[in-house]
């Protein structure tokens, strides 16, 4: 076994292909939906609990720049993640399979989210 193989330690200089980044955000953002419906199910609870509860959540929704900010980020993960996932379908249908259409449909899954996430930051604000 060759021990002295080149080895590129410095993260600034590793180019990864946009197919890459694409499945590396999938992931993440199942991870941030993971935990932000923590967050959610507690808001559910509170709201379930009392008119009170209820009349506290909305306000803190309304009010709130960290929960809206969490609701920002959790629905603009579920919108990444769902259009990702579609891609992903597609793929097991055996389109999108190639270096060039996989490319493109990665370009278009990136795009597509930026938009929704712009429609969901302007929903919520």
Same mark, same amino acid.
């Given at each position: 076994m060759n021990k002295k193989r080149p080895v590129n330690l410095d993260i600034a200089t590793i180019s990864m292909p946009v197919t890459a980044i694409v499945?590396?955000?999938?992931?993440?953002? !199942?991870i941030i939906l993971f935990i932000g419906l923590a967050f959610?199910?507690?808001a559910f609870d509170v709201s379930l609990d009392s008119q009170e509860g209820f009349d506290?959540?909305?306000?803190?929704?309304q009010t709130s720049f960290l929960a809206k900010f969490i609701i920002w980020g959790t629905?603009?993960?579920?919108?990444?993640?769902?259009?990702? !996932?579609?891609?992903?379908?597609?793929?097991?249908? !055996?389109?999108?399979?190639e270096l060039e259409s996989g490319q493109a449909a990665a370009k278009a899954n990136l795009v597509i989210a930026a938009i929704l996430v712009l429609l969901v930051g302007v929903w919520i604000w």
């Open positions: 499945s590396i955000l999938h992931r993440v953002t !199942g959610l199910f507690y506290k959540v909305v306000n803190t929704l629905v603009s993960a579920l919108m990444y993640h769902l259009v990702a !996932g579609v891609k992903h379908l597609f793929m097991d249908l !055996g389109y999108f399979e």
